[in-house]
């Protein structure tokens, strides 16, 4: 079965100021999906960001951006000129084109004024 | 864009009682998903259904059912609550793996609390 951690229950960093949220996961596929979800306080769960395993290229969407290392199994999230509104839980995924999805354990992410 | 609709929000409940989540998505999506959010534990999945009238358990299928009659719609009974089902319930979709690249659409969540 595919494993999916996240070390940082909880982190903080300042606005406008750069984070980098960390995930790391276990699988034996060649082939797979790696996404970042945000969920806003009492708010929708969204995607914010997806790689597919066989693409050398770091995805980036906007001010997110990912730093994905396939060798060691690591996905992480960067967020630079942090807003208020990126204060969230932050949930890694992966997928290994079945039917199912594995999520970690979440990041709870506040941005200080 | 996909929309997922979760019939409730917030529901209170007293042990013992039966509980009906309904979620309904609009886009064509094979697969469906009822997930429970419980604070440290991330989310961990219930049941998932790929096709109508098909279903398959999770991590944590006991304690539920779930029923897809159609393809828009799944639901996920609690046939007798118990207080240890007090949670968030998350209900997703997705297309079926054979089209292509995977994405979850999630619904708003329906909070459970079980006295």
């Known amino acids: 079965a595919q494993t999916v951690t996240q070390s940082q229950p909880e982190m903080s960093v300042q606005e406008a100021e750069t984070v980098t949220l960390s995930c790391t996961y276990d699988?034996?596929?060649?082939?797979?999906?790696l996404f970042w979800y945000k969920q806003p306080p009492s708010r929708q769960m969204i995607l914010v960001i997806r790689q597919e395993a066989y693409k050398q290229q770091n995805a980036t969407e906007n001010r997110f951006s990912v730093n994905f290392q396939k060798a060691a199994k690591s996905f992480s999230l960067k967020i630079s000129d942090s807003q208020l509104g990126d204060t969230a839980m932050y949930f890694c995924a992966f997928w290994d084109t079945g039917n199912q999805f594995y999520f970690g354990t979440g990041t709870s992410l506040t941005v200080i004024p | 864009d996909v929309k997922v609709t979760q019939s409730s929000r917030y529901l209170v409940k007293r042990t013992g009682e039966k509980v009906f989540l309904e979620c309904v998505q609009d886009m064509d999506h094979e697969n469906m998903f009822w997930y429970r959010q419980d604070p440290g534990l991330g989310l961990r999945l219930i049941y998932f259904?790929?096709?109508?009238?098909?279903?398959e358990k999770g991590d944590i299928p006991e304690g539920y059912s779930v029923s897809r009659e159609k393809k828009e719609r799944f639901s996920l009974i609690l046939e007798s609550t118990s207080t240890n089902q007090t949670s968030m319930y998350l209900c997703?979709?997705?297309?079926?793996?054979?089209?292509?690249?995977?994405?979850?659409?999630f619904g708003a969540g329906s909070r459970l609390t079980v006295l």
């Open positions: 997703a979709s997705s297309l079926g793996p054979s089209r292509g690249a995977n994405v979850l659409t």
């Open positions: 259904s790929y096709d109508v009238k098909m279903k």
């Open positions: 699988t034996s596929e060649n082939n797979y999906y």
